[in-house]
């Protein structure tokens, strides 16, 4: 998604944060937007919960319509520093380079443990009670303004669980 989109807020969650946005673009070269997709951290309770289950011989059930464009704390932080430093304001975007949906991750999950995709079981966001306003099919966005600016480059999702949860991710031996 391009910066310059019309916000088209579907959620309470997205109508709250359209309204921060216009408030803080009042200030002009003041106030700077930072968007960002999905930030995983080591202790991220669900993936956490699925290697888990995985390495204890369970099958999982992940969502297939729902998807992230992932990142580390060190994407975030390091983009934060780079708009921080440009001293301009604006809308600015920190996205992972592709989406990836959630059953995509556990897939990516249990073949890096060295086990079968189809301990995976795929579910929609509707069976898992997710209202269809909050269901995310394209979350990645556009980051070109921050890469001419400072060289980012959006991570693929991939590299961001191995960097994220590698050391969670070797097979049994």
Excluded at 128 to 138: K, N
Excluded at 152 to 162: G, N, S, Y
Aim: hydrophobic letters at 45%; one cysteine or more; a neutral charge.
């Amino acid at each position: 998604m391009r910066a310059e989109r019309v916000r088209a807020p579907t959620s309470l969650y997205g109508r709250f944060k359209a309204e921060a946005e216009e408030a803080i673009l009042r200030h002009g070269d003041y106030g700077a937007v930072v968007r960002l997709t999905k930030v995983l951290t080591p202790n991220m309770r669900l993936m956490g919960d699925w290697i888990a289950m995985l390495r204890a011989g369970h099958e999982i059930a992940a969502i297939r319509d729902h998807r992230i464009a992932p990142l580390t704390i060190q994407h975030v932080v390091g983009g934060l520093i780079a708009v921080a430093n440009t001293g301009s304001g604006g809308i600015w975007q920190i996205s992972g380079a592709s989406d990836i949906a959630y059953d995509g991750v556990a897939h990516y999950l249990a073949i890096r443990l060295g086990l079968s995709a189809s301990r995976v079981r795929s579910i929609t966001a509707a069976e898992r009670g997710i209202p269809p306003e909050d269901v995310t099919a394209y979350t990645s966005l556009d980051c070109s303004r921050l890469w001419a600016a400072t060289g980012f480059v959006p991570p693929e999702p991939e590299a961001v669980i191995d960097e994220v949860f590698g050391h969670m991710l070797r097979p049994d031996p």
